[in-house]
């Protein structure tokens, strides 16, 4: 199997690809501009996370008017950074444009760093949605791409342990886009709750 790494620089997609380099499994990140409010400092943060950990160099596709149309609290500061957070169609589209790449490559997956389904907030982060979307897939191209879950059975805080124990570093996870974390966004909210439940020993 050789898999396109769907990659954001943060933690997820990055301990998905230092997994898949474990086991031998050729690798291609790819980082998707969508018009987010934090592509610039995901964009940095990936290049430099990936060479810190000696993975392939990631490429940037540009598809950022999507996020100047399809506005959420993760494209557009005029949206709440939580309550606004879903954005239709981004897991949909981040999965057709690596199945492309891979299409492209001759690659056989496309890796997607979804948690397990009891955490997920949105449809597009569910079994059903992956499942469907292969299929949809396979028709759309005429061959089969698979869509892999690395972490489909991990917490966020399985996900900082197994991280810590790899060397992960140098990650960067706020949808809001700023140096700092905003502490507010989902994105931050979820590393601050896995921080209490392993303090807590949940």
Avoid at 52 to 75: C, K, N, V
Avoid at 102 to 128: K, N, Y
Avoid at 185 to 192: G, H, M
Wanted: aromatic share 6%; glycine share 10%; net charge positive.
């Amino acid at each position: 199997m050789s898999l396109v790494n769907l990659v954001s620089g943060g933690l997820d997609s990055t301990l998905a690809g230092v997994l898949a380099k474990e086991e031998g499994v050729p690798l291609f990140p790819l980082f998707l501009d969508y018009g987010q409010r934090a592509a610039k400092h995901e964009w940095q943060a990936c290049r430099k996370v990936h060479k810190l950990l000696g993975l392939p160099a990631p490429i940037q596709m540009d598809i950022s008017g999507f996020g100047r149309i399809i506005t959420s609290g993760l494209t557009s500061t005029k949206k709440h950074i939580k309550t606004d957070a879903f954005t239709p169609g981004r897991n949909l589209l981040f999965l057709l444009m690596g199945s492309a790449y891979a299409h492209q490559l001759g690659a056989s997956a496309v890796a997607i760093g979804l948690l397990a389904e009891r955490f997920s907030l949105f449809p597009d982060q569910r079994e059903l949605f992956v499942e469907r979307t292969e299929r949809a897939i396979e028709s759309a191209l005429g061959k089969p791409i698979r869509v892999v879950t690395p972490l489909s059975q991990f917490s966020k805080a399985d996900v900082m342990r197994l991280a810590r124990e790899k060397g992960v570093q140098g990650t960067y996870s706020c949808h809001a886009g700023r140096k700092v974390p905003c502490g507010r966004c989902i994105s931050c909210l979820e590393v601050r709750g896995a921080k209490m439940r392993r303090k807590h020993g949940r």
